[in-house]
């Protein structure tokens, strides 16, 4: 079932919108009548999420902080963004990188934290009551194999939301996470069509299952909405009941 909301009027801005949850999310705020700016690295995927539902695309690599920032002084403010961009490079932790936990870290968290911050004090110069919705995960709560850099990014990525909810809350821009477990995106489905792989992590869901992508898409666009208004600094777990232990 797919839940109604109406962003008419409001522009949106949707980082990692070349696939998977951030162009699901791009889609939907552009149906529910939001003008959008979906940021990502793949100009071909820009460009047919431009032709499907409109979107503006915007073709910026967010670990190059001088080109995310280059990106986001051209713009004005916004009423809604969503951080969605985020990569995993797995290794144990016996086998740290650090160009991997680098890698992983300015994506995850360096800019989602920029993209948080500019916008921010776009909308507040603005007098724009916002509302920024980071795409976390399950991961900042509760450890997980071979997941060291991702654990620490989305960790990093939640305590840069509750910041950005103490500053940002005085002047009515509203900050929060969704954490979600894994999301059944087209790469994930292929991931883990493995049940010998899968069979492990579905134990530790009482729901017994993995998201379907509308799953995560609803609980955002709802932390965007009216309807959470007065909800900030949250880290919403959307993950069937992973993280209760």
């Known amino acids: 079932m797919t839940i109604s909301f109406d962003f008419s009027g409001q522009r949106a801005l949707v980082t990692g919108a070349s696939s998977g949850i951030g162009r699901a999310v791009a889609v939907r705020l552009a149906q529910a009548g939001a003008t959008v700016t979906a940021i990502g690295r793949n100009a071909a995927a820009l460009d047919a999420l431009h032709t499907e539902a409109g979107c503006t ?3 910026v690599d967010l670990a190059n902080a001088v080109a995310l920032e280059r990106a986001l002084a051209s713009l004005q403010a916004f009423d809604l963004v969503v951080n969605c961009a985020g990569i995993a490079l797995l290794e144990s932790a016996v086998g740290l990188q650090a ?11 360096r800019a989602a934290a920029l993209v948080a911050s500019r916008c921010g004090k776009a909308m507040i110069a603005a007098g724009v009551r916002g509302s920024i919705v980071n795409v976390s995960s ?3 709560l509760v450890a997980l194999d071979a997941h060291l850099c991702y654990c620490a990014s989305k960790a990093a990525m939640d305590a ?3 910041s950005l909810c103490l500053e940002f809350g005085p002047h009515g ?3 929060n996470s969704v954490n979600p477990t894994v999301t059944l995106t087209p790469m994930a489905e292929q991931a883990w069509a493995d049940p010998a792989k899968s069979a492990a992590a579905l134990k530790n869901i009482p729901m017994g299952r993995f998201a379907q992508v509308e799953e995560v898409v609803a609980p955002i666009l709802f932390l965007l909405s009216g309807g959470a208004s007065m909800i900030s600094g949250a880290a919403l777990p959307v993950d069937g009941g992973y993280t209760i232990v």
């Open 138 to 140: 399950q991961a900042s």
């Open 57 to 59: 695309p915007l073709v």
């Open 99 to 109: 160009e991997s936990f680098d890698a992983v870290m300015a994506v995850n968290a």
């Open 173 to 175: 821009v509203r900050v």
């Open 160 to 162: 840069v939301t509750r």
